[in-house]
């Protein structure tokens, strides 16, 4: 895979740009915990000038893929894609996606529990494994009040696999679809050629009134929702229907990472919990409750402030 990528990596200035935005750097102060150095070993492994350990390893896996990096590199390098070709490249996995992955083979749920199922109309939802751990009961409920016999599928999309490296091909039951429908953007990615919608899409492409209430809801900006698929606007209109919308100093394009991908945050818990700590923070400052659009996002901010996930907004204020 890094062959692709011998190019760019070689158009790297080392300028260091990109250690003013990573955020793992901030926290950990080593030259391989920002976008720079782990350039650096992707093309050493690639060149053959490093040999993988694990040590190597956990340099690769310890990136969010974010791309805020991205945002700041005047090479306009595409660095995530480097480091996840490289993490396709290397043959080892940590303890914790060893397990991940197990899971995933043997249950298609990458924690290892029971899927939730249902028989519905040709609106289809995709649960997932984090929404269905996190908030089964809120998708089912919603729809309902929408009037809509939402059919469900469950396990897992496959894509927390395949950021850690390991090719997977998750095929959807074959079954008539009018749309298909995710409040998870991993999912979205997995199955982009089937042209998905996220949850803040579908609800505004319904006529759906609101309760409004004066609370500040500050809105976090998912880095796979955002700078991955592009949605900003959605989850915005939406939370402006029903209370007063706050942003953090630093939104859309250049929105902070929370640390909650699953992958990373079950190896670099220290890591991943600064990082939420630190948004956590601002919104207390603002006296705002934090909105998600991630499950990832929703299950790990949940730990560290007052957080609701869009989901559960919608179905608490459908009139």
Not at 134 to 142: H, R, T
Not at 188 to 205: R, T, V
């Amino acid at each position: 895979m890094l062959e692709k990528y011998h190019d760019e990596m070689l158009s790297c200035t080392a300028c260091a740009f990109c250690k003013k935005s990573y955020y793992v750097y901030k926290f950990a102060q080593k030259e391989s915990d920002y976008p720079k150095g782990k350039v650096m070993v992707c093309y050493g492994l690639f060149s053959k000038e490093i040999e993988e350990d694990m040590d190597v390893v956990k340099i690769l896996q310890k990136c969010t893929l974010c791309r805020r990096c991205e945002k700041d590199c005047p090479s306009m390098i595409k660095i995530s894609d480097i480091i996840w070709a490289g993490r396709y490249d290397l043959k080892n996995l940590l303890p914790e996606h060893e397990k991940m992955l197990q899971n995933f083979e043997k249950y298609n749920n990458i924690f290892g529990e029971k899927n939730y199922e249902k028989e519905g109309s040709e609106i289809t939802f995709f649960m997932g494994c984090l929404v269905s751990k996190e908030m089964k009961d809120v998708v089912i409920s919603l729809f309902d009040k929408l009037g809509i016999d939402v059919t469900v599928i469950g396990g897992c999309c496959g894509y927390p696999i395949e950021k850690i490296g390991r090719r997977v091909k998750i095929k959807l039951i074959e079954k008539e679809m009018d749309k298909l429908i995710f409040s998870c953007p991993n999912g979205m990615l997995a199955f982009k050629e089937f042209k998905p919608m996220h949850i803040s899409q579908f609800i505004l492409s319904l006529d759906v009134n609101f309760l409004k209430n004066n609370k500040n809801y500050i809105y976090h900006d998912s880095s796979f929702l955002g700078r991955y698929l592009g949605i900003y606007d959605e989850p915005r209109e939406i939370i402006k229907r029903i209370g007063n919308l706050v942003e953090f100093e630093e939104n859309r394009e250049m929105a902070r990472q929370c640390g909650g991908e699953i992958e990373f945050k079950i190896a670099f818990p220290q890591e991943a919990g600064e990082m939420a700590e630190y948004l956590a923070r601002e919104a207390k400052k603002k006296d705002a409750i934090i909105v998600t659009t991630s499950p990832h996002c929703y299950s790990h901010l949940k730990e560290y402030g007052d957080v609701v996930d869009l989901l559960q907004l919608v179905e608490e204020n459908i009139k």
